[in-house]
């Protein structure tokens, strides 16, 4: 069974701080995706990464693949409270046949003003 | 363009009843998933269709059931209701099934169940 395990679970930080969220597995994963889900709502794609050591940008965003594809990172610069959600990694399996996510625990985010 | 819509939003039922949830996906959207996320959890695969076929299956039991219609919008059964289902089912849809393909999958806002 594939798992993917978030740290830290909760995170509460002033505006303008810096912070990593963590995504870290035992398995390879072919793709990685991260996303953001707001109480009430379904989550939102923020980038996907698929090439081992890969880092993507968004903004104020750096996301970073591991290079053996198990484990990931979300970097946010300058936290602003707009930031403040449930952030989720998921992976896919590699050689499953269909399209399925493993998704990770969670990482609740508090960007307090 | 409308996005992933679900319905209902919000739904109360007691246990052993039965409860069908029901999705729209995105225009051109053949790919429909469904997942179960309970409360301060991640969501948890439950069945991906693809064309009306029924292309995954997570480690659900057999009280789960879904269905594609020809429009390629889904439906999730559950059957003999339990305590535990209670969950947010969210609905993904995306463009293509290829297994190799990493598509992003865009999700609605899920349906809110709660079991009494």
């Known amino acids: 069974t594939q798992l993917l395990e978030q740290s830290p679970q909760f995170l509460s930080i002033q505006e303008g701080e810096n912070l990593t969220v963590y995504c870290n597995s035992s398995?390879?994963?072919?793709?990685l995706q991260w996303y953001r889900q707001e109480p009430g709502e379904g989550p939102v794609l923020l980038v996907t990464?698929?090439?081992?050591?890969e880092v993507k940008k968004l903004k104020r965003l750096t996301f970073q693949f591991g290079d053996a594809r198990k484990d990931s990172s979300l970097h946010i610069t300058a936290a602003q409270t707009g930031d403040t959600g449930l952030y989720l990694c998921?992976?896919?399996?590699?050689?499953?046949?269909?399209?399925?996510?493993?998704f990770g625990t969670g990482t609740r985010l508090l960007v307090s003003p | 363009d409308a996005g992933v819509t679900q319905s209902p939003t919000h739904l109360i039922k007691t246990r052993g009843q039965h409860v069908t949830l029901r999705c729209s996906p995105i225009?051109?959207?053949?790919?429909v998933s469904w997942y179960q996320q309970v409360l301060g959890q991640g969501p948890q695969f439950i069945f991906q269709?693809?064309?009306?076929?029924?292309?995954g299956r997570g480690n659900f039991p057999d009280r789960f059931s879904a269905r594609q219609f020809p429009n390629y919008s889904s439906e999730l059964n559950v059957n003999a209701l339990l305590l535990g289902d209670s969950a947010l089912y969210l609905c993904?849809?995306?463009?293509?099934?290829?297994?190799?393909?990493?598509?992003?999958?865009?999700f609605g806002d899920g349906t809110r169940l709660s079991i009494l």
């Open positions: 990464v698929v090439t081992g050591g």
């Open positions: 225009s051109g959207h053949k790919s």
């Open positions: 998921a992976g896919r399996p590699p050689d499953t046949g269909f399209q399925k996510l493993v």
């Open positions: 269709y693809y064309e009306k076929e029924e292309r």
């Open positions: 993904a849809s995306s463009f293509i099934h290829a297994s190799y393909s990493n598509q992003p999958q865009h």
């Open positions: 398995s390879v994963f072919s793709s």
